[in-house]
């Protein structure tokens, strides 16, 4: 099975929201979703996309994670699913991950990012600004890898970005 245009948009969009992807072996990969329970709807379309896809997964039901936050001490309730490993996912790994199994930005992300991997990316990772524009939270990436998206962001949509 080769993975489909529409379903690798969706990975490519949620790889650079909050979902994780490592490798297994020399040639499988898995990649974990992740989700806020308050997303349920979100996170179950992403499951449902994954499934028909033909990604398997390790389990038929959502899971259900809780952590502490200590900044504002709550508890926080994450809804994930992962696919098995497999041989489907090894291109997506080695663009999303450097040789030490950490995510990263590809340098030409730009080929990738469609209308439809920027609207997950959208739906994954941003939020929406009171006075107009969209949020997208890139935290977890360095300053390089953000000046990649924002390229990339010009580039394919003629969108203008700054950094928060």
Not at 64 to 74: F, P
Not at 83 to 106: M, V
Not at 123 to 146: A, R, W, Y
Request: hydrophobic share 35%; charged share 25%; glycine share 6%.
């Amino acid at each position: 099975m080769n993975i489909n245009k529409a379903l690798k948009d969706m990975l490519v969009g949620v790889l650079l929201g909050d979902a994780s992807i490592k490798r297994s072996g020399l040639n499988k990969a898995s990649i974990s979703f992740e989700q806020s329970s308050k997303k349920l709807e979100y996170i179950t379309y992403l499951q449902k996309l994954t499934k028909e896809g033909g990604l398997e997964l390790t389990q038929d039901n959502l899971k259900v994670y809780s952590r502490e936050d200590l900044r504002h001490q709550t508890i926080n309730n994450s809804l994930f699913f992962n696919t098995k490993p497999l041989e489907d996912l090894k291109h997506i790994a080695d663009l999303f991950l450097d040789e030490s199994g950490k995510k990263r930005i590809p340098t030409n992300i730009a080929d990738y990012l469609t209308p439809r991997s920027l609207a997950f990316w959208i739906m994954d990772d941003g939020q929406q600004v009171k006075k107009g524009g969209i949020t997208l939270c890139t935290d977890s990436f360095k300053n390089e890898e953000i000046n990649i998206l924002r390229e990339a962001l010009k580039i394919n949509f003629n969108l203008d970005t700054t950094i928060h």
